[in-house]
């Protein structure tokens, strides 16, 4: 069974940083998708970036300029580079990864973290 660790969230100012990190353990596959996504308080969960095992890189519109996404294949980890934040950044963050189990057939399982809380103040 897949297990997510994140760490870094917390509270912080306008205009600051915060990095995210997110380790994946428990299995003897590989990850192909690894990302993060957030959900504020009455909102619905959504994508903030997303990196292939290729490194491609996909952003939230919001993100885009101010978040930095990348990971390491070999410790299966990803991390989020967060600066110039904004209070509308304050909500829950949620790694998300995609196990690839290559075979016959091909099968991929998503797994997600337990969140980790950012707070943003003005």
């Known amino acids: 069974q897949v297990q997510l660790v994140e760490s870094g969230g917390g509270l912080v100012q306008a205009g600051g940083s915060l990095r995210l990190s997110c380790a994946a353990s428990?299995?003897?596959?590989?990850?192909?998708?690894m990302g993060w996504y957030r959900q504020a308080p009455g909102k619905q969960r959504e994508l903030v970036a997303m990196?292939?095992?290729?490194?491609?890189?996909n952003y939230a519109d919001s993100a885009k300029g101010r978040f930095t996404i990348s990971r390491d294949n070999a410790r299966n980890t990803v991390d989020l580079q967060m600066n110039s934040l904004k209070p509308e950044d304050t909500a829950v963050y949620y790694c998300?990864?995609?196990?690839?189990?290559?075979?016959?057939?091909?099968?991929?399982?998503?797994?997600w973290g337990q969140g980790t809380q950012i707070t943003v103040s003005s």
């Open positions: 990196i292939t095992s290729g490194g491609i890189t």
């Open positions: 428990g299995s003897i596959y590989s990850f192909n998708d």
């Open positions: 998300y990864v995609i196990e690839l189990r290559i075979g016959i057939p091909t099968k991929q399982y998503g797994y």
